[in-house]
């Protein structure tokens, strides 16, 4: 987890190219896994999140679609983000308080196959293999969690 108050830092306006990525072929899937218990330690300090963003960078993302395992997706859309796409979605927990964790699956059935930027994603120490993402935001405070992809986090245990 990251977290920075709002309004958050300014970031500079260069990344590199997609050198290296996850590949989700036509008619699979990837699953990832976001520990966000840090939802709730915090919810004194910045209040209730009812609704978050899931962010992923890549490539060919309109192949995409996003299932959660808790909680809604909506609003799903995929824009130019540098040299790369941006897919962005709104992650809902409707009546209930966000859960400590949650699964977020990439299907792809399309024909084409989507690929999930690896590299480069900084939180603190850590550095996330995938570029997966969670954004929670109230009027005090901004939380960012990454994703695990599954597949690879079972094969680094």
Request: charged share 20%; glycine share 8%.
């Amino acid at each position: 987890m990251f977290y920075s108050p709002n309004p958050a830092p300014s970031r500079p306006a260069v990344r590199e190219v997609l050198t290296e990525g996850l590949v989700v072929l036509p008619n699979t899937q990837q699953t990832y896994r976001f520990l966000v218990n840090g939802l709730a330690d915090r919810q004194t300090e910045c209040g209730l999140f009812q609704h978050g963003e899931v962010h992923i960078q890549g490539e060919n993302l309109t192949s995409l679609k996003l299932q959660a395992d808790r909680g809604w997706i909506s609003q799903q859309e995929v824009k130019r983000f540098y040299r790369e796409s941006r897919l962005k979605a709104r992650l809902e927990f409707p009546g209930q308080f966000p859960p400590k964790e949650l699964r977020l699956v990439l299907l792809n059935s399309q024909q084409d196959q989507a690929i999930v930027r690896r590299g480069a994603e900084i939180s603190g120490s850590t550095i996330y293999p995938d570029a997966v993402y969670l954004v929670f935001v109230t009027d005090r405070c901004v939380l960012v969690f990454h994703g695990r992809n599954e597949i690879t986090a079972d094969a680094g245990s």
